[in-house]
């Protein structure tokens, strides 16, 4: 019943912007927290940040503190994941999620988007 879909990946050069999206659909019921997750290739997946139904609460992975703002807009039922500074590092699948609390670890987010490819070139 519930579906996100990300948009907003594409190919960037170090030190360029990006603004992620994610759009969700149904209802979440309790898991109103949305979460953004990355995956390089070889590599496990990763948290990056996470933001509250108000907004209130937000948490940053350290890789990308300074450089990334997570934001929402409830009336539209979307996330965003302004990315700056961008580096050949962040090249990755980015995911986002919902869960019920305000952490990073993976097993609290019960729905999951497909992905949106990021490509950072040097």
């Known amino acids: 019943q519930v579906q996100l879909v990300e948009s907003g990946g594409g190919l960037v050069q170090a030190g360029g912007s990006l603004r992620l999206s994610c759009a969700a659909s149904g209802r979440t019921i309790r898991s109103v927290v949305m979460g953004w997750f990355r995956q390089a290739p070889g590599k496990e997946r990763e948290f990056v940040a996470t933001i509250s139904w108000s907004g209130g609460g937000i948490i940053y992975a350290d890789s990308v503190k300074g450089r990334f703002t997570i934001s929402r807009d409830n009336a539209k039922n979307t996330v965003f994941l302004q990315m700056n500074s961008l580096k050949p590092e962040d090249t990755a699948v980015y995911y986002c999620?919902?869960?019920?609390?305000?952490?990073?670890?993976?097993?609290?987010?019960?729905?999951w988007g497909q992905g949106t490819q990021v490509i950072v070139s040097s």
């Open positions: 999620a919902a869960g019920p609390r305000v952490v990073t670890t993976q097993d609290n987010y019960d729905y």
